[in-house]
């Protein structure tokens, strides 16, 4: 069966650094599409970043464009997001996603498995 394990949050302070990992099994990681997504408290759950199959594109959502950093180790089926510069408005469950292809469409509508969540605090 298919299983998605995030791993790697924390406290931070803004300005701050973590990296998150997601460990992958039950399929072929390296034929699909990754993403992360984040649920800030009291708001709904929000696409932030994919990467393709084979590692050769990813997107960002505009907030975190230029301070994260998604990538993958088809080798190890792991997937990761580097996180730097934190903000406070970073703090949110994060999530790992499984696409339905090789492209991460930047939804959180066309993913079809779900890790459990990680939790990032950003505060002083």
């Known amino acids: 069966q298919v299983q998605l394990v995030e791993s790697g949050g924390g406290l931070a302070q803004p300005g701050g650094s973590l990296r998150l990992s997601c460990a992958a099994s039950?399929?072929?990681?390296?034929?699909?599409?990754m993403s992360w997504a984040r649920q800030a408290p009291g708001k709904g759950l929000e696409w932030v970043s994919g990467?393709?199959?084979?590692?050769?594109?990813?997107y960002y959502t505009d907030s975190v464009k230029g301070r994260f950093t998604i990538s993958r180790d088809n080798a190890k089926n792991t997937l990761y997001l580097q996180m730097n510069s934190l903000k406070p408005e970073d703090t949110a469950s994060y999530f790992c996603?499984?696409?339905?292809?090789?492209?991460?469409?930047?939804?959180?509508?066309?993913?079809?498995?779900w890790g459990q969540g990680t939790q990032v605090t950003v505060s002083s």
């Open positions: 039950g399929f072929t990681f390296s034929n699909y599409a």
């Open positions: 990467i393709y199959s084979n590692g050769s594109d990813t």
């Open positions: 996603a499984k696409a339905y292809s090789d492209y991460p469409r930047p939804t959180i509508y066309e993913y079809e498995y």
